[in-house]
Nanobody
């Protein structure tokens, strides 16, 4: 299984970006999917998460500005980021719990990361 993240880039403060993360490989189902970020010198932190049923959770610093969603038919999770701030600058990573086969246990995977830079 591979998670391919895309959509990062350079944007001015107040702008928007949309991140995508597509899972490929042997996948029976995707369970919990999430986005993390890591800024230089900081620990990786959970930004947003979504269950298979669509329940979402957000870090307090992004509530009201970021929206996580998923397309189960495409095995893809998205992160719409609006009203971006310089402090949102980080490498963003997607993460997913994957059930490869019906009888398999869940396996956790990370994407490769995509850089988001917000200029002031």
């Amino acid at each position: 299984v591979q998670l391919q993240a895309s959509g990062g880039g350079l944007v001015q403060a107040g702008g928007s970006l949309r991140l995508s993360c597509a899972a490929s490989g042997t996948i029976f189902s995707l369970n919990f999917m999430s986005w993390y970020r890591q800024a230089p010198g900081n620990q990786r932190e959970l930004v947003a998460a979504i269950t298979s049923g669509g329940t979402t959770n957000y870090h307090s610093s992004v509530k009201g500005r970021f929206t996580i969603s998923r397309d189960n038919a495409k095995n893809t999770v998205y992160l719409q980021m609006d009203s971006l701030k310089p402090e949102d600058t980080a490498v963003y990573y997607c993460n997913a719990d994957v059930r490869p086969k019906p009888s398999s246990s869940l396996v956790n995977y990370w994407g490769q990361g995509t850089q988001v830079t917000v200029s002031s």
